[in-house]
């Protein structure tokens, strides 16, 4: 029995050590054994700390100020030690004091917390405004004014697919890293307005001090504003659906010199990767682009075989749309499927990355060959609009 008892330690104390030193605090995310709030770099976020202490100091000096002289009352003035409870019927002072004091205390509490949210709530004078949108699941990102105006982009989940099925070790940014970064410059303003394509969503950022609700056929609006440059991470904070958990948030805070030059490649990374709806794609480029467009936005719900997910994701492996003639599968990716959990696309993709995706799917797996209209081009799309 010693023996067992002895290798059971050893090895409770061998996997402790493993995962230990597997598990390491995240740059700009969450940290091991993390109790508290983020400090944050916003005045906000610092703001929130301080009030959540305060509050949370108030709150025990009363635990122990009227539980204290409860139980003081209690065991002195128990009946073993010969004590009468004692018979009266109103005192003015005391019943002046237990509504006067902590009509002060809640004042006190409410007057701090009332001007943090109230400058939480002051979205004016912004030195940048960026829409974003919530996808299931993923974020799309434009700005709207200054230098980056008319940049835009999808901001997806990163983290290889082998990771979430267990096939190979998580990283260090395991759910936590996106392709395209959120950039913006440090010690400016940032409004954030946000609305939803599909379902309920919501942005946060801890160290932001941020967490605004982003709900479809509406526009809120919460900002920012960083003091320092680094990397800076959160997740979607609303139960959005299946794949809630693979939605995170990166935001990049940058100089301002290096902020002008992201923005600078951008426009020109843009300008070369513009598509021409009216260029006739060949039948390779077409399954080419769209293989990478399926893997960025579809295989989450349809899986990488097409097989979907039975009961709640269709197959699209042997489909009757995906086999047949192309104007109903353009039609159900351009504007969704109503009552099901297929979202429009057609806001998100622009023409030739739908084409794309239609012309893979109607080439992979065992469709290949087998249906009509086999190749989509980005004309039938924009006709379709």
């Not at 906000?44 to 009352?73: A, E, K, N, P, Q």
């Not at 990478?292 to 349809?302: I, M, Q, T």
Request: charged share 20%; net charge neutral.
């Amino acid at each position: 029995m010693k023996k067992w008892r002895g290798i059971l330690g050893a090895c409770a104390m061998l996997i402790g050590s493993v995962a230990g030193a597997q598990v390491q605090d995240m740059p700009g995310g969450p940290k091991v054994n993390q109790l508290n709030l983020h400090e944050g770099v916003t005045a906000i976020s610092r703001d929130i700390m301080w009030l959540h202490w305060m509050l949370l100091t108030i709150c025990i000096v009363i635990f122990i100020g009227v539980f204290g002289v409860m139980f003081y009352s209690i065991w002195a003035h128990r009946k073993s030690r010969g004590h009468k409870a004692a018979t009266f019927h109103e005192h003015l002072g005391v019943e002046v004091a237990w509504t006067v004091i902590p009509f002060i205390i809640v004042i006190a509490m409410a007057l701090p917390a009332t001007k943090t949210v109230v400058a939480m709530k002051d979205t004016s004078s912004a030195d940048l405004t960026v829409k974003v949108t919530g996808y299931q699941w993923k974020w799309g990102y434009e700005y709207l004014d200054g230098s980056a105006t008319g940049i835009k982009f999808l901001s997806t989940l990163s983290t290889p697919r082998a990771q979430i099925e267990n096939r190979e070790p998580k990283g260090e940014f395991y759910l936590m890293e996106v392709d395209n970064h959120l950039v913006v410059p440090v010690n400016k303003k940032i409004r954030i307005v946000l609305t939803a394509a599909d379902v309920i969503h919501s942005w946060m950022i801890p160290d932001f001090g941020v967490k605004q609700d982003a709900i479809p056929g509406f526009l809120r609006d919460t900002w920012f504003n960083a003091d320092k440059p680094g990397i800076y991470r959160g997740q979607c904070a609303e139960l959005c659906g299946k794949d809630h958990a693979f939605m995170p948030i990166v935001v990049e805070v940058m100089a301002q010199a290096d902020y002008d030059k992201w923005v600078e490649d951008q426009k020109k990374k843009m300008a070369a990767n513009a598509d021409d709806p009216n260029k006739e794609w060949t039948e390779a480029e077409l399954v080419a682009r769209g293989e990478k467009v399926f893997a960025a936005n579809c295989v989450a719900c349809h899986q990488a075989n097409g097989k979907g997910i039975p009961g709640s994701f269709p197959p699209l492996d042997g489909d009757k749309v995906v086999l047949g003639p192309k104007a109903e599968q353009i039609n159900t990716v351009l504007k969704g499927k109503p009552g099901t959990a297929m979202a429009a696309f057609g806001g998100q993709l622009n023409d030739v990355e739908i084409a794309a995706v239609i012309s893979y799917t109607r080439h992979a797996w065992s469709n290949a060959g087998k249906g009509q209209d086999p190749t989509v081009q980005p004309k039938d799309v924009m006709a379709a609009r």
